[in-house]
C-alpha cells in the first residue's frame, strides 16, 4: 500500500511564494510519476505538475513559468515551488503516485491565495 502525505499549503498573498512537500511510503512496484494535481469546488481535478520515470515534466497551461515539480528519489519526497501566485491558484492540491496501473493519492492540502 502506498501512503502520500502532503504538507506546506496554507494563506499566500497575492505574487507570493509557497512550497508543498509530498512524502511518499509503502511498497510500489515502479513509479511511472508523481505530480501535483488540484481541485476548486465545483470544477474537476486538474493537473499542475507532473514528473515521469523518464525525466519528462508536464506543466498545465495556468502554472507554466510559475511553478515547479522537483524530486527527492532518495527521499521519496516531491516538491512544487509555487511563485507570483495569483487568486486563480486557490484550491485544494493533490499529491499523486502513479504505479501503473495503480493511481495514490494523498489527502490534499489548501492553499489560499489572499491579500
Known amino acids: 500500500q502506498v501512503r502520500l502525505v502532503e504538507s506546506g499549503g496554507g494563506l499566500v498573498q497575492p505574487g507570493g511564494s509557497l512550497t508543498l512537500s509530498c512524502a511518499a511510503s509503502g511498497t510500489w512496484f515502479s513509479i511511472y510519476a508523481m505530480g501535483w494535481y488540484r481541485q476548486v469546488p465545483g470544477k474537476q481535478r486538474e493537473l499542475v505538475a507532473r514528473?515521469?520515470?523518464?525525466?519528462?515534466?508536464d506543466y498545465g497551461d495556468s502554472v507554466k513559468g510559475r511553478f515547479s515539480i522537483s524530486r527527492d528519489n532518495a527521499k521519496n519526497m516531491t516538491y512544487l515551488q509555487m511563485n507570483n501566485v495569483n487568486s486563480e491558484d486557490t484550491a485544494v492540491y493533490y499529491c499523486n503516485l502513479y504505479d501503473p496501473p495503480d493511481y495514490y493519492w494523498g489527502q490534499g492540502t489548501q492553499v489560499t491565495v489572499s491579500s
Open positions: 514528473t515521469t520515470r523518464a525525466g519528462i515534466t
